[in-house]
């Protein structure tokens, strides 16, 4: 089969695109008391959540048995094939599971329809055609059907499976919402990488303390304030009164706004040319938190503070180096 030179591809993918998402908007349409007697099943869970399907269907499964996982719902795949073959021996009576097959009567999944009712596990079903056999004996069915497929044909699995696609994420949503499941408990199940980093690591974990905090005090003169920024090289020192309290920041903008405003530089102390206050974080807040100030305030640096003292600072660079950003 030659290819046509002039085939428009992009028209093409407006059509997939168009399609599926038209699948996706249907889907809102459906929704109706299934999916809350699904997501009310899948919270009593005592076990796990078995998620099984076969062929596309499977591909679909075990992507939404690991979204379930990583959000708080102890999950796995159960491929049909394999479970009439002992992997059956895997589902308990405390397991809840949910079954995918668009048209509802994949004999890989019918068949183990009473297998599962024998075990006594709540059997949850995600098809396309409510009175198919799957739906019809399931505890909770939950409608995923579409007009066509995005295929031309109409017969690749292509809207349906974005479809079921979408109703997993849905029910796992939901069942993170409903848990109140936090990003700090979305974070131990995702400890490597840059994940894992945004959501682990708190200001105190990189900030630069004792020697390394550049820090002067109140009515110094500006000179001494700029070796202070040379010595330990943050871009700004911290500006601090009697009590060591923070009354302001002194920074590379303040010294380029010092230069092109005042003509006094030897005589000016650096409270004269300090931003007051100045922008600040705390040892104990997410470090991806600190980014979102300093981006938000076109900054590089922050003064890290507790009970009103600079404990730290912390720089741009550091969460570069750390993988946070």
């Known amino acids: 089969m030659?290819?046509?030179?002039?085939?428009?591809?992009?028209?093409?993918?407006?059509?997939?695109?168009?399609?599926?998402?038209?699948?996706?908007?249907?889907?809102?349409?459906?929704?109706?008391?299934?999916?809350?007697?699904?997501?009310?099943?899948l919270l009593e869970c005592s076990g796990r959540i078995i998620v099984t399907g076969m062929g596309k269907s499977g591909h679909i499964a075990r992507k939404m048995a690991?979204?379930?996982?990583?959000?708080?719902?102890?999950?796995?795949?159960?491929?049909?094939g394999e479970a009439s073959h002992?992997?059956?021996?895997?589902?308990?009576?405390?397991?809840?599971v949910i079954a995918l097959s668009n048209s509802g009567e994949t004999q890989e999944i019918t068949g183990l329809i009473a297998l599962f009712?024998?075990?006594?596990?709540?059997?949850?079903?995600?098809?396309?055609?409510?009175?198919?056999?799957?739906?019809?004996?399931?505890?909770?069915?939950?409608?995923?059907?579409v007009s066509r497929e995005a295929c031309p044909h109409d017969l690749a699995p292509t809207s349906s499976t974005t479809a079921a696609l979408a109703m997993g994420d849905a029910l796992a949503l939901a069942l993170l919402?409903?848990?109140?499941?936090?990003?700090?408990?979305?974070?131990?199940?995702?400890?490597?990488?840059?994940?894992?980093?945004?959501?682990?690591l708190r200001v105190s974990d990189l900030m630069h303390g004792g020697e390394r905090l550049p820090c002067v005090p109140a009515g110094s003169p500006l000179r001494v304030a700029l070796l202070e920024m040379t010595r330990k090289g943050m871009g700004f020192t911290c500006v601090v009164d009697e009590h060591q309290h923070l009354v302001?920041?002194?920074t590379d903008g303040d010294l380029?706004?010092?230069?092109?405003?005042?003509?006094?530089?030897?005589?000016?102390?650096?409270?004269?040319?300090?931003t007051r206050g100045g922008k600040t974080t705390t040892p104990d807040m997410l470090a991806a938190e600190a980014v979102r100030?300093?981006?938000?305030?076109?900054?590089?640096?922050?003064?890290?503070?507790?009970?009103?003292?600079?404990?730290?600072?912390?720089?741009?660079?550091?969460?570069?180096?750390?993988g946070v950003i």
């Open 2 to 41: 030659t290819p046509d030179a002039t085939f428009d591809f992009r028209a093409s993918a407006r059509r997939t695109l168009t399609l599926e998402q038209q699948a996706l908007n249907e889907l809102i349409d459906k929704l109706d008391v299934s999916f809350d007697h699904a997501c009310r099943t």
């Open 177 to 200: 919402e409903a848990r109140g499941f936090s990003p700090e408990d979305f974070a131990l199940s995702h400890p490597g990488g840059t994940l894992g980093k945004r959501l682990l």
């Open 248 to 250: 302001g920041v002194y």
């Open 66 to 80: 690991a979204t379930f996982a990583s959000t708080g719902s102890p999950a796995f795949y159960l491929h049909p």
């Open 86 to 96: 002992g992997d059956l021996g895997m589902v308990t009576a405390g397991d809840v």
């Open 117 to 145: 009712k024998r075990l006594g596990a709540p059997l949850i079903s995600l098809t396309g055609r409510p009175h198919s056999t799957l739906a019809r004996y399931s505890d909770v069915h939950i409608d995923t059907g």
């Open 256 to 274: 380029r706004r010092t230069l092109d405003q005042r003509g006094d530089f030897d005589l000016l102390k650096v409270d004269d040319v300090m």
């Open 293 to 322: 100030i300093m981006e938000d305030n076109m900054i590089t640096a922050l003064a890290v503070v507790e009970a009103g003292r600079p404990i730290g600072a912390l720089h741009m660079h550091d969460l570069l180096r750390s």
